[in-house]
Protein backbone atom coordinates (compact mmCIF):
# COMPACT_ATOMS: atom_id res chain seq x y z
CA UNK A 1 0.00 0.00 0.00
CA UNK A 2 1.08 3.57 -0.41
CA UNK A 3 0.33 5.09 2.53
CA UNK A 4 -2.00 7.94 3.36
CA UNK A 5 -1.56 9.78 0.46
CA UNK A 6 -2.61 13.77 0.94
CA UNK A 7 -2.86 16.26 -2.32
CA UNK A 8 -1.50 18.89 -2.79
CA UNK A 9 1.69 19.06 -0.68
CA UNK A 10 2.05 22.69 -0.40
CA UNK A 11 -0.83 26.14 -1.22
CA UNK A 12 -0.54 29.25 -1.85
CA UNK A 13 -3.70 31.19 -1.61
CA UNK A 14 -4.97 34.34 -1.12
CA UNK A 15 -7.82 35.44 1.94
CA UNK A 16 -10.80 34.59 0.97
CA UNK A 17 -10.77 32.13 -1.55
CA UNK A 18 -11.72 28.40 -1.03
CA UNK A 19 -9.22 26.04 0.08
CA UNK A 20 -10.00 22.65 -0.67
CA UNK A 21 -7.65 19.68 1.15
CA UNK A 22 -7.44 16.17 -0.30
CA UNK A 23 -6.74 12.48 1.59
CA UNK A 24 -6.87 9.05 0.37
CA UNK A 25 -6.53 6.90 3.71
CA UNK A 26 -5.07 3.40 3.47
CA UNK A 27 -7.37 0.69 2.12
CA UNK A 28 -9.33 -1.33 4.81
CA UNK A 29 -8.88 1.26 7.60
CA UNK A 30 -12.33 2.33 8.87
CA UNK A 31 -10.74 5.53 11.02
CA UNK A 32 -9.43 8.84 9.28
CA UNK A 33 -8.44 11.99 11.08
CA UNK A 34 -8.08 15.27 10.11
CA UNK A 35 -5.01 17.31 11.85
CA UNK A 36 -3.33 20.87 12.21
CA UNK A 37 -0.35 21.53 12.86
CA UNK A 38 1.21 25.00 14.05
CA UNK A 39 4.19 26.44 16.00
CA UNK A 40 1.67 27.90 18.29
CA UNK A 41 -0.68 25.27 19.33
CA UNK A 42 1.25 22.11 18.06
CA UNK A 43 -0.66 19.13 16.98
CA UNK A 44 -4.64 19.82 17.30
CA UNK A 45 -6.85 17.30 15.90
CA UNK A 46 -9.92 18.81 13.55
CA UNK A 47 -12.06 16.18 13.03
CA UNK A 48 -12.32 12.73 12.90
CA UNK A 49 -14.39 9.84 10.56
CA UNK A 50 -15.56 6.19 11.58
CA UNK A 51 -16.54 4.43 8.69
CA UNK A 52 -16.91 7.66 6.93
CA UNK A 53 -19.51 8.92 9.44
CA UNK A 54 -18.64 12.01 11.17
CA UNK A 55 -17.98 11.23 15.23
CA UNK A 56 -16.19 14.13 16.54
CA UNK A 57 -15.97 17.54 14.70
CA UNK A 58 -15.56 19.15 17.80
CA UNK A 59 -11.85 20.34 17.34
CA UNK A 60 -13.02 22.41 14.04
CA UNK A 61 -12.30 25.93 14.93
CA UNK A 62 -14.86 27.17 12.55
CA UNK A 63 -18.20 27.16 10.55
CA UNK A 64 -15.35 28.41 8.25
CA UNK A 65 -13.87 24.94 7.95
CA UNK A 66 -15.94 21.62 7.01
CA UNK A 67 -15.23 17.94 6.27
CA UNK A 68 -16.64 15.30 4.60
CA UNK A 69 -15.71 11.70 3.88
CA UNK A 70 -18.23 10.48 0.25
CA UNK A 71 -16.67 6.89 0.50
CA UNK A 72 -14.13 4.77 2.28
CA UNK A 73 -11.53 6.19 -0.15
CA UNK A 74 -11.31 9.70 0.16
CA UNK A 75 -11.70 12.63 2.26
CA UNK A 76 -11.77 16.76 1.86
CA UNK A 77 -11.05 19.38 4.12
CA UNK A 78 -12.38 22.77 3.25
CA UNK A 79 -11.85 26.33 4.39
CA UNK A 80 -13.92 28.56 2.92
CA UNK A 81 -13.12 32.00 3.24
CA UNK A 82 -9.50 30.94 3.96
CA UNK A 83 -7.76 33.31 6.42
CA UNK A 84 -3.93 34.02 7.15
CA UNK A 85 -4.10 32.27 10.17
CA UNK A 86 -5.34 29.30 9.13
CA UNK A 87 -1.74 29.20 7.71
CA UNK A 88 -0.51 25.71 9.07
CA UNK A 89 0.39 22.34 8.24
CA UNK A 90 -2.66 19.57 7.93
CA UNK A 91 -2.12 16.18 8.09
CA UNK A 92 -4.72 13.82 7.03
CA UNK A 93 -4.48 9.93 9.42
CA UNK A 94 -5.71 6.65 9.42
CA UNK A 95 -6.13 3.25 11.42
CA UNK A 96 -7.85 0.41 11.86
CA UNK A 97 -9.62 -0.54 14.72
CA UNK A 98 -9.94 -4.05 14.28
CA UNK A 99 -9.48 -6.00 16.98
CA UNK A 100 -7.40 -3.91 19.29
CA UNK A 101 -5.61 -0.45 19.16
CA UNK A 102 -3.42 0.37 16.36
CA UNK A 103 -1.11 3.08 15.42
CA UNK A 104 -2.53 5.96 13.18
CA UNK A 105 -0.65 6.23 9.99
CA UNK A 106 0.30 9.48 8.80
CA UNK A 107 0.27 11.35 5.26
CA UNK A 108 3.18 13.60 4.35
CA UNK A 109 0.67 16.74 5.27
CA UNK A 110 -0.25 19.73 3.06
CA UNK A 111 1.41 23.01 4.50
CA UNK A 112 -0.75 25.61 3.32
CA UNK A 113 -0.09 29.47 3.28
CA UNK A 114 -2.68 32.21 3.26
CA UNK A 115 -1.41 35.67 2.04
CA UNK B 1 -10.43 13.37 30.82
CA UNK B 2 -7.43 11.76 28.92
CA UNK B 3 -4.52 13.78 27.75
CA UNK B 4 -0.72 13.73 27.14
CA UNK B 5 1.89 15.68 29.33
CA UNK B 6 5.44 16.32 27.69
CA UNK B 7 7.57 17.87 29.67
CA UNK B 8 10.45 20.12 28.10
CA UNK B 9 9.58 21.74 24.74
CA UNK B 10 13.72 21.27 23.39
CA UNK B 11 16.05 18.33 24.67
CA UNK B 12 19.35 18.70 23.97
CA UNK B 13 22.36 15.31 24.14
CA UNK B 14 25.59 14.93 22.55
CA UNK B 15 26.23 12.23 20.50
CA UNK B 16 26.61 8.89 22.01
CA UNK B 17 25.01 10.35 25.22
CA UNK B 18 21.35 9.06 26.66
CA UNK B 19 18.48 9.92 25.33
CA UNK B 20 15.33 11.04 27.82
CA UNK B 21 12.15 12.20 26.62
CA UNK B 22 9.40 12.87 29.21
CA UNK B 23 5.72 11.70 28.65
CA UNK B 24 3.08 11.77 31.76
CA UNK B 25 -0.04 10.64 31.08
CA UNK B 26 -3.85 11.04 32.82
CA UNK B 27 -6.27 8.53 32.15
CA UNK B 28 -8.91 7.04 34.22
CA UNK B 29 -8.97 3.84 32.59
CA UNK B 30 -5.46 1.62 31.65
CA UNK B 31 -4.18 3.75 28.23
CA UNK B 32 -2.90 2.90 25.05
CA UNK B 33 0.31 5.19 24.32
CA UNK B 34 2.27 5.94 21.90
CA UNK B 35 5.11 7.83 20.74
CA UNK B 36 5.61 9.45 17.09
CA UNK B 37 8.80 10.88 15.42
CA UNK B 38 8.54 13.44 12.95
CA UNK B 39 11.56 14.43 11.11
CA UNK B 40 11.67 18.04 9.41
CA UNK B 41 8.85 18.26 6.39
CA UNK B 42 7.61 14.66 7.13
CA UNK B 43 4.47 13.62 8.47
CA UNK B 44 4.39 11.55 11.64
CA UNK B 45 5.94 7.83 12.33
CA UNK B 46 5.19 5.67 14.76
CA UNK B 47 7.90 4.64 16.98
CA UNK B 48 6.19 2.11 19.50
CA UNK B 49 3.20 1.82 21.43
CA UNK B 50 2.06 0.50 24.83
CA UNK B 51 -1.43 -1.60 24.46
CA UNK B 52 -1.04 -3.55 28.07
CA UNK B 53 1.35 -6.14 26.67
CA UNK B 54 4.44 -5.56 28.25
CA UNK B 55 5.36 -2.55 30.25
CA UNK B 56 8.80 -2.45 28.50
CA UNK B 57 8.04 -1.64 25.12
CA UNK B 58 11.06 -1.57 21.62
CA UNK B 59 10.56 0.54 18.99
CA UNK B 60 12.53 1.24 15.69
CA UNK B 61 15.76 2.66 15.78
CA UNK B 62 16.99 1.53 19.09
CA UNK B 63 14.13 3.64 21.09
CA UNK B 64 12.33 2.09 23.96
CA UNK B 65 9.79 3.04 26.82
CA UNK B 66 8.76 1.96 30.11
CA UNK B 67 5.04 2.35 30.82
CA UNK B 68 4.97 3.18 35.01
CA UNK B 69 1.56 3.07 35.95
CA UNK B 70 2.76 4.25 39.31
CA UNK B 71 4.22 6.92 37.94
CA UNK B 72 1.49 7.63 34.85
CA UNK B 73 4.63 7.42 32.85
CA UNK B 74 5.77 6.64 29.93
CA UNK B 75 8.91 7.86 28.74
CA UNK B 76 10.94 7.74 25.88
CA UNK B 77 14.65 6.49 25.75
CA UNK B 78 17.89 5.31 24.13
CA UNK B 79 21.22 4.72 25.18
CA UNK B 80 23.16 6.83 22.78
CA UNK B 81 21.98 9.55 20.69
CA UNK B 82 22.83 9.76 16.86
CA UNK B 83 22.84 13.02 14.96
CA UNK B 84 20.02 11.04 12.75
CA UNK B 85 18.06 11.31 15.55
CA UNK B 86 17.06 14.84 15.11
CA UNK B 87 13.74 15.60 15.28
CA UNK B 88 10.30 16.05 17.43
CA UNK B 89 9.12 13.50 19.24
CA UNK B 90 5.32 13.14 20.01
CA UNK B 91 3.84 11.37 23.33
CA UNK B 92 -0.17 10.56 22.27
CA UNK B 93 -2.91 8.89 24.45
CA UNK B 94 -6.22 6.62 22.83
CA UNK B 95 -9.06 8.33 24.03
CA UNK B 96 -12.04 5.93 23.71
CA UNK B 97 -15.16 7.72 22.48
CA UNK B 98 -18.19 5.49 23.15
CA UNK B 99 -17.60 2.66 20.33
CA UNK B 100 -15.01 5.11 18.53
CA UNK B 101 -11.45 6.49 19.96
CA UNK B 102 -9.47 9.58 18.89
CA UNK B 103 -5.46 9.83 19.47
CA UNK B 104 -4.45 12.83 21.31
CA UNK B 105 -1.03 14.38 21.02
CA UNK B 106 1.36 16.16 23.65
CA UNK B 107 2.97 19.18 22.41
CA UNK B 108 6.00 17.44 21.41
CA UNK B 109 9.65 17.79 22.28
CA UNK B 110 12.30 18.43 19.96
CA UNK B 111 15.72 16.53 20.09
CA UNK B 112 18.66 18.29 19.56
CA UNK B 113 22.09 16.43 19.17
CA UNK B 114 25.32 17.63 19.34
CA UNK B 115 28.07 16.40 17.71
Known amino acids: DAGVIQSPRHEVTEMGQEVTLRCKPISGHDYLFWYRQTMMRGLELLIY????????DSGMPEDRFSAKMPNASFSTLKIQPSEPRDSAVYFCASSSRGLGITEAFFGQGTRLTVV | AQSVTQLGSHVSVSEGALVLLRCNYS??????LFWYVQYPNQGLQLLLKYTSAATLVKGINGFEAEFKKSETSFHLTKPSAHMSDAAEYFCAVSVRMDSSYKLIFGSGTRLLVRP
Open chain 2, 27 to 32: SSVPPY
Open chain 1, 49 to 56: FNNNVPID
